[in-house]
């Protein structure tokens, strides 16, 4: 199932890409596939984005509840899912994204693991591998060599920026001194994000073939511009609430 709904397409869709793009270039090929990716998974990600937000909107409302649901949890509970419902919130938008982009992951890197090869089997019929395949992107490095430290750096960096970013409010709570076990949770989580995941995520892309370094740093990149027009958009509308960037 795997092989059917993620590696064809993704081996496919970059082989129809690396067709027509100039010089037949693989870097300018996975930097399209990244955008095309992106783009189907645009609806996903910014019901992500909004629910962030929204979230961070309605935490005045949110503690409230809570407060409650130390004496009346079933009540809490129900306030809490009419909330969602009224402000059309979905908690679980953010996991969902997250979910469907590690087999997509997956699928790039048995892709570019075996060298990008010509693979009968999972080519369509209506595509044609290229007669000649060069694997140097922009003429600088080879996508399926590791060890490309530029890369790293550069993914771990645009890793931090992004965490950075969206973790901004996280783990800070103005006006009490007393902090819950959810804060201190919040706190650790946001230290987790800025500087425990970048170095691993830079890691990786060090790791394992440069492709993937790419498609992570062009991601990130694309997720810090979607959660500014996000915030920007946003502020316009709870501009009281949001704080700017």
């Known amino acids: 199932m795997f092989h059917t709904l993620f590696y064809e397409p993704i081996y496919n869709l970059l082989v129809v890409v690396l067709t027509v793009v100039p010089l037949h270039d693989i870097g300018t090929a996975i930097v399209i596939v990244t955008l095309i990716v992106k783009f189907f998974l645009l609806p996903?990600?910014?019901?992500a984005l909004r629910t962030q937000y929204?979230?961070?909107?309605?935490?005045?409302?949110?503690?409230?509840?809570k407060e409650l649901q130390k004496t009346k949890p079933q009540?809490?509970?129900?306030?809490?899912?009419?909330?969602y419902k009224r402000e059309k919130v979905n908690p679980f938008a953010s996991l969902f994204t997250v979910i469907l982009q590690i087999p997509i992951f997956f699928a790039l890197y048995f892709v570019f693991s075996k060298g990008l090869q010509a693979d009968p089997l999972s080519l369509y019929s209506f595509v044609s591998?290229?007669?000649?395949?060069?694997?140097?992107a922009f003429g600088l490095f080879d996508v399926t060599e590791k060890g490309n430290i530029v890369i790293a750096v550069l993914t771990g960096f645009s890793?931090?920026?992004?965490?950075?970013?969206?973790?901004?409010?996280?783990?800070t709570k103005?006006?009490?001194?007393?902090?819950?076990?959810?804060d201190q949770f919040m706190k650790s989580m946001k230290i987790q994000l800025l500087y425990i995941l970048p170095v691993i995520i830079g890691a990786s892309a060090f790791a394992l073939p440069s492709a993937l370094g790419l498609y992570w740093l062009v991601?990130?990149?694309?997720?810090?511009?979607?959660?500014?027009?996000?915030k920007h958009?946003?502020?316009?509308?709870?501009?009281?609430?949001?704080?700017?960037?």
């Open 174 to 182: 103005k006006g009490s001194d007393e902090q819950t076990f959810q």
């Open 233 to 245: 958009v946003t502020a316009h509308l709870h501009p009281d609430k949001i704080k700017h960037a």
């Open 44 to 47: 996903l990600n910014l019901s």
């Open 159 to 171: 890793s931090y920026a992004l965490a950075r970013r969206q973790t901004v409010d996280m783990g």
């Open 129 to 136: 591998f290229p007669e000649t395949l060069h694997t140097l």
């Open 54 to 65: 929204a979230m961070k909107r309605l935490e005045p409302e949110m503690n409230k509840i």
């Open 75 to 83: 009540e809490a509970s129900k306030m809490m899912i009419e909330m």
């Open 219 to 230: 991601s990130n990149v694309i997720g810090y511009l979607q959660d500014v027009y996000m």
